[in-house]
């Protein structure tokens, strides 16, 4: 008997204002990032933005929402609790989950939890803590929670860089710890979507943007396979395939969802309805792309495609 499970995929909220400006956790690349911040992407990322696209996903059937990183912007400790804040606004814990960006791990906190603060939305389930135990890194990554016919995967790719370097690293436990996930869950009669902030793939970013060991990872993903990758980083929406040994793996990453005017090549903001259907055989997974239509306040339908490899 088939089963169905819908959720939403949404990234890049980089939630305003700026919060929590303590002397003590200033440092050569906070300053840097607040001096960008101002230059370029305070004018793009809106709050009240969010706050449509989370209005529009309310009033329709969802399952689950996953929020795949930045949720904050040059990681001050104030940002930490208003998106806890805003977290707990959008659902429960047992109803949202959250992987960590660059811009949520992304300078030395001394005495600040940071992320940490986020832990009910990114820890195993019952079933999850079964499967991954207590997790292989910092903040137990990865996770793994059920929902319906899914088995959500998080991954943390977040890792604090230098200044004006934006790149991740899943590092060598961790991808030990998904393949060893990835290969208990295969059958388990799940679609096994897997959330990681920055694109997976070497090819999807340039070096000071992308995972430093994407070719370890996508080895990962190409030896054990999924059925799916939700990420974000690049503030674009994207489709590409990742060639595994057991089937083609469909690698989806999404606009900025708060984005309220187009900044350089990004587009408007937008979340995803990802409607998962399947017996555990053959998965068919239609995703439904919603957002903002020209700047204005209304949120409309964007687009609509099934995943399906070309022949
Ligand atoms: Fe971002
Ligand atoms: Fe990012």
Redesign the pocket.
């Known amino acids: 008997m088939p089963q169905a499970t819908t959720i939403a995929h949404l990234s890049?909220v980089h939630l305003t204002p700026l919060r929590g400006f303590t002397p003590r956790h200033w440092n050569v690349k906070r300053t840097l990032g607040l001096i960008n911040w101002h230059r370029g992407r305070k004018s793009v990322h809106r709050h009240e933005v969010v706050d449509w696209l989370i209005a529009d996903l309310a009033s329709l059937k969802c399952d689950h929402i996953a929020v795949t990183?930045?949720l904050c912007n040059i990681g001050l400790p104030g940002e930490y609790s208003a998106a806890l804040s805003w977290l707990q606004s959008i659902g429960p814990p047992d109803s949202v989950s959250v992987v960590p960006?660059?811009?949520d791990i992304y300078s030395r906190l001394t005495t600040h939890p940071g992320v940490g603060l986020w832990h009910d939305y990114m820890s195993s389930d019952a079933f999850g803590a079964a499967i991954a135990g207590v997790g292989a890194v910092a903040y137990g990554f990865p996770y793994v929670r059920r929902v319906g016919c899914i088995a959500l995967v998080g991954v943390n790719s977040?890792v604090e860089t230098r200044p004006f370097v934006?790149a991740?690293k899943v590092g060598r436990e961790q991808r030990a710890a998904v393949g060893r996930v990835l290969a208990a869950l295969s059958g388990s009669g799940l679609a096994r979507v897997v959330l990681i902030?920055?694109p997976p793939l070497a090819s999807q970013a340039p070096g000071r943007?992308q995972l430093s060991d994407a070719n370890q990872f996508e080895d990962v993903l190409r030896e054990h396979g999924a059925e799916l990758v939700l990420h974000?980083?690049?503030?674009r929406d994207s489709l590409v395939w990742c060639q595994g040994e057991r089937g083609p793996i469909p690698i989806v990453g999404i606009a900025s969802g708060s984005a309220g005017r187009r900044h350089r090549s990004e587009p408007l903001a937008r979340y995803n309805l990802i409607r998962v259907r399947g017996d555990g055989g053959r998965w068919a997974i239609e995703i439904t792309g919603r957002g903002l239509v020209s700047g204005g306040v209304a949120v409309a339908e964007l687009d609509r495609q099934r995943l399906e490899p070309a022949e």
């Open positions: 890049d990183g930045d960006g660059n811009h977040a934006a991740g902030h920055h943007r974000g980083h690049n503030h």
